[in-house]
């Protein structure tokens, strides 16, 4: 039985070695072709866009999600904003009513039916060649859209372009944490984006040619996470999505553990049965890297860390239990201590290094990532926090994404 364990044990590091070597070579390949643009972008072309705004009980923040749009360095007859108002029980429909006055903003109240019925609802008044959507808590840099919409002009066969997304307003160590983890997100990203393989088409500011809508039909509701399956449905028919590292999105983060929980809760609950219904994609040749590289890798990425963390809680309650065994045969017996150092017993096993590997790989995917964002090179003391909390608190979230998987439970929104 230890050696199955062992031997499942190695082929998880092997699997997880090769994916981080994976995204390295792809970086290698590629890097020339990562642009970081400084300063005010121009296009030769300016297509309508329309950017519709999906809003429930986000009073406090939805007044400068707005401004944030009509800042944008894009021609204000050329963008369109869309508010919806998805029967929120704040002060958030008084709020968007505000902007009723703008000529390029219409405003929407609808009973309660989830992110994706309004963003349908927004879909179904848009008259733009390009759409797109940005959450109410999230906040999009001046260039943000015209560095996007640089990507359809230069090709048409572009579907989707997806942003930058960045911890906007870092307070507590949990968001410390998490702004290490997009800037690791901006980099894989990228490198998905270079192969053609994304999953996921986030909320903050993605923009689509409306011929993505009018062709393979509206939203859904995709176990709360529409922008992942709308991803999906793409790869499936072969539509074309980027990433654009230098747009930046700024987005407000969960701030406690409980609700860092609950929001990592729903994504991975929603990558599970997502990937359960497009099951029929996987290791198919006809859908390239996303069906060969992303979604095993995600499924991967859930059993070893599971099975990992089994393996330590297994481990420590067989200490535990050896050393109540000890204790009651024997007594307290102190544990003879020396000072002498000898080499002799450094544990040299091959695994540690394997580790320190995908330890070496995880910072430089951070590294750059943060490159990519603010042209730094530099870590911050904030990587500490991120392989705490993350290291601890993840395999709960994943464990606890399997169970409500089995037994049909969905998490809360929030």
């Known amino acids: 039985m230890a050696s199955i364990s062992g031997a499942i044990f190695y082929v998880f590091i092997f699997l997880t070695v090769y994916i981080q070597v994976f995204l390295l070579v792809t970086f290698l390949e590629n890097r020339k072709k990562i ?3 400084k300063g005010p972008t121009k296009l030769s072309r300016y297509r309508g866009v329309t950017i519709i705004v999906p809003c429930w009980n986000e009073e406090k923040t939805i007044y400068h999600t707005v401004r944030s749009i009509l800042d944008l360095n894009y021609p204000q007859n050329k963008l369109k904003i869309i ?9 958030t429909w008084n709020a968007i009513k505000k902007f009723d006055k703008y000529s390029n903003i219409k405003v929407f109240k609808k009973e309660n039916g989830g992110k994706h019925t309004a963003l349908n609802l927004g879909l179904e008044n848009t008259d733009t060649p390009f759409v797109g959507c940005l959450d109410a808590d999230s906040f999009a840099d001046k260039e943000s859209l015209v560095r996007i919409m640089s990507y359809f002009e230069v090709d048409e066969e572009v579907m989707a372009v997806a942003p930058s997304l960045i911890v906007h307003n870092s307070k507590t160590f949990v968001q410390n944490a998490q702004k290490v983890e997009y800037y690791m997100s901006v980099y894989i990203k990228k490198m998905l984006g270079t192969i053609g393989a994304i999953h996921v088409t986030p909320g903050p500011l ?16 995709a176990h709360t996470t529409e922008d992942m399956e709308i991803a999906y449905r793409m790869q499936k028919n072969h539509y074309k999505i980027e990433h654009c590292n230098d747009a930046y999105v700024y987005t407000n983060t969960p701030s406690t ?23 029929d994609v996987i290791w198919k040749k006809k859908y390239g890297d996303f069906s060969f590289f992303t979604l095993p890798a995600g499924v991967l990425a859930i059993f070893s860390v599971s099975y990992a963390f089994g393996k330590v809680v297994y481990s ?20 003879h201590v020396t000072n ?24 430089f995917s951070i590294i750059m990532g943060r490159r990519m964002v603010e042209g730094k090179w530099n870590l911050s003391f ?13 395999p709960f979230w994943l464990l606890k994404a399997i169970f409500n998987t089995v037994t049909s439970k969905k998490p809360a929104w929030r």
């Open 382 to 394: 904030d990587i500490i926090y991120y392989i705490s909390i993350f290291s601890v608190i993840a």
């Open 206 to 221: 993605t923009i689509f040619r409306k011929k993505v809508f009018d062709d393979l039909g509206p939203y859904r509701s």
């Open 340 to 363: 002498n150092f000898d080499l002799f017993f450094i544990n040299t096993q091959s695994f540690i290094f394997i580790v320190m590997i995908i330890y070496a790989l995880l910072v």
């Open 316 to 335: 420590a309650i067989d200490f535990i239990y050896s050393k109540i065994l000890k204790f009651q045969t024997v007594g307290f017996q102190p544990n």
């Open 83 to 91: 508010l919806v108002d998805d029967g929120s029980t704040d002060g």
């Open 257 to 279: 553990i409980k609700t860092l929980f609950k929001q990592r809760l729903r994504w991975i609950y929603g990558f599970i049965n997502n990937t359960i219904d497009y099951r």
């Open 35 to 37: 642009v970081i643009r």
